[in-house]
């Protein structure tokens, strides 16, 4: 099997004030096409400086990053890899990080503004995916008309929007009632048993037993016997 994303020997490290505080340390991950990953480690232990490296949120400070077999230039342009991001990874937050303002329909058709698609195309897109996830007739509803688990829906679907092979879902359940979080975990597994690859951050061993695989950091580097 292949592999959607890869680290190698990948380092971050942050200036603060006169002292460099040391990320993550020659980090290894591979992660196959179609696996279900959960990565943990507490807190400090560098997790989410690897999730911003993964997500291509952040660049490494040394290191290498492949994304479906080809290395990615990590000195492109901002808008480069932007658009990279854009076209092979969708997010899910734990603040779920919705418009207000904007329907459920609206929100989710936020990724598609830069891109070539026909508005017919893209709406009949997102209604789908909100319908797959549980929201059809929910479409034109408000975040603050909706209950925190149908919030994590929305999000789920606009992190579905553009295709991605990969979703990186941080802390996908962390604002929500356990039974709301279970019922997010199974639209994650459905997900993944429909080929997408996903990538759990968390901090919680129920949801990481969701997972085929856990990969353990700890103080910036993957625990031994934990990869």
Known sequence: MDSA???????????????????????????????????????????????????????????????????????????????????????????FNLLSKLTALDNVLMPTQYRKFGKRDRQERAMELLAEVGLAGREKHRPTELSGGQIQRVAIARSLINNPDIILADEPTGNLDSKSGTEIMKVLTELNKKGK??????????????ASRTIRLLDGAIEKGKK
């Open 197 to 210: 690859t996903v990538v759990l951050i968390t901090h919680d061993q129920r949801i990481a037993d969701f």
């Open 5 to 95: 994303i890869e680290l190698k020997k990948v380092y971050k490290t942050y200036k603060t004030g006169m002292v460099d505080v040391q990320a993550l340390k020659g980090v290894d991950i591979s992660i196959k096409k179609g696996e279900m990953v959960a990565i943990m480690g507490p807190s400090g232990s560098g997790k989410s400086t690897l999730m911003h490296i993964l997500g291509l949120l952040d660049r490494p400070t040394k290191g290498e990053l492949v994304i479906d077999g080809k290395k990615v230039d990590l000195k492109m342009p901002d808008a480069k890899l932007a658009k990279l991001r854009s076209d092979k990874i969708g997010f899910v937050f734990q603040t």
